[in-house]
């Protein structure tokens, strides 16, 4: 059974950085596209970025794009989320998932418990 822990959320000011990582384990990591969602207050989740799995393509949304940053380390079966200049609108439940296609939609097979990130202004 394939486990996604995140971490690194928190709280920081507006303009700040955060970088989240997402810890996998009881699957092949290198054969997982993955990708970050997030789920603002009273909102639906949306899509922040994929990776595929050998990290030579990215896709990013519109709203992050030129701030945040999807890396992977396949050696250490771990992917991350640097974030830099926050915004208040970046607040969320951030949410790690793998699956087996490339896709902004959240149709991917395995997530993990969420970690909350908070931008203050």
């Known amino acids: 059974q394939v486990q996604l822990v995140e971490s690194g959320g928190g709280l920081a000011q507006a303009g700040g950085s955060l970088r989240l990582s997402c810890a996998v384990s009881?699957?092949?990591?290198?054969?997982?596209?993955m990708a970050w969602f997030r789920q603002p207050p009273g909102k639906e989740r949306e899509f922040v970025a994929l990776?595929?799995?050998?990290?030579?393509?990215?896709n990013y949304a519109t709203s992050v794009k030129g701030r945040f940053t999807i890396s992977r380390d396949n050696a250490k079966n771990t992917v991350y989320l640097q974030m830099n200049s926050l915004k208040p609108e970046d607040t969320a439940t951030y949410y790690c998932?793998?699956?087996?296609?490339?896709?902004?939609?959240?149709?991917?097979?395995?997530w993990g418990q969420g970690t909350q990130v908070t931008a203050s202004s």
């Open positions: 998932a793998a699956g087996s296609v490339i896709t902004t939609r959240p149709q991917y097979n395995n």
């Open positions: 990776i595929s799995q050998s990290g030579s393509y990215t």
């Open positions: 009881g699957g092949i990591f290198s054969n997982y596209v």
